[in-house]
Antibody
Framework: QITLKESGPTLVKPTQTLTLTCAFS??????????VGWIRQPPGKALEWLAL???????RYSPSLRSRLTITKDTSKNQVVLTVTNMDSVDTATYYC????????????WGQGTLVTVSS | QSVLTQPPSASGTPGQRVTISCSGS????????VNWYQQLPGTAPKLLIY???QRPSGVPDRFSGSKSGTSASLAISGLQSEDEADYYC????????????FGGGTKLTVL
């Protein structure tokens, strides 16, 4: 059974760096083909894909946010970490991590999400 | 502004068939498969359709997907009240080293 859970601060100040952790179980990020991604959703708005990290440490980022995002993995801890620098109010959103399915671009298992508010 | 274009809203009465469209380009839908997600109020998205027209285990066959060229559609037949949700299309985009693009979402109302 695959499960994922996001954790991190619920409130950050403008210009600060956000660090979110995705703890997962039911699969190994060292197995060929496996990947974990991050997606966010501002309140009342659409989903926005952020980043993806593969079992071989290959990474993909949203072109519009690439300069501010870093995704890393700790295979021994079954965790994936996303950092977002220079946070702004427009970054207020629920942040989800998800397991990539076998089909290209598919996210087949999602965490419950964590709401991050950016405010001074 | 989302890369994939969806109508912001759709509606139908119980038992009806509704379709939701998703329009993209040659770098995403035109060259990769389309996935659809259902997001019930206050919950995380759930994979509804993958690889254009495949249903994950547990998804009723009332839900179906199709694709033609750079456009895709989600059809829901035998509409039920519990289908009231937001629906998102998504696809891999081959440009700029590759990334996933989402549609803006369609809010489905069951009248």
């Amino acid at each position: 059974q695959i499960t994922l859970k996001e954790s991190g601060p619920t409130l950050v100040k403008p210009t600060q760096t956000l660090t979110l952790t995705c703890a997962f179980s039911g699969f190994s990020l060292s197995s060929s083909g496996v990947a974990v991604g991050w997606i966010r959703q501002p309140p009342g708005k659409a989903l926005e894909w952020l980043a993806l990290i593969y079992w071989d440490d290959d990474k993909r980022y949203s072109p519009s946010l690439r300069s501010r995002l870093t995704i890393t993995k700790d295979t021994s801890k079954n965790q994936v970490v996303l950092t977002v620098t220079n946070m702004d109010s427009v970054d207020t959103a629920t942040y989800y991590c998800a397991h990539r399915g076998a089909a290209v671009g598919t996210m087949d298992y999602w965490g419950q999400g964590t709401l991050v508010t950016v405010s001074s | 502004q989302s890369v994939l274009t969806q109508p912001p809203s759709a509606s139908g009465t119980p038992g009806q068939r509704v379709t939701i469209s998703c329009s993209g380009s040659s770098s995403n839908i035109g060259s990769n498969t389309v996935n659809w997600y259902q997001q019930l109020p206050g919950t995380a998205p759930k994979l509804l359709i993958y690889s254009d027209n495949q249903r994950p285990s547990g998804v009723p066959d009332r839900f179906s997907g199709s694709k033609s060229g750079t456009s895709a559609s989600l059809a829901i037949s035998g509409l039920q009240s519990e289908d009231e949700a937001d629906y998102y299309c998504a696809a891999w985009d081959d440009s700029l080293n590759g990334f996933v693009v989402f549609g803006g979402g369609t809010k489905l109302t069951v009248l």
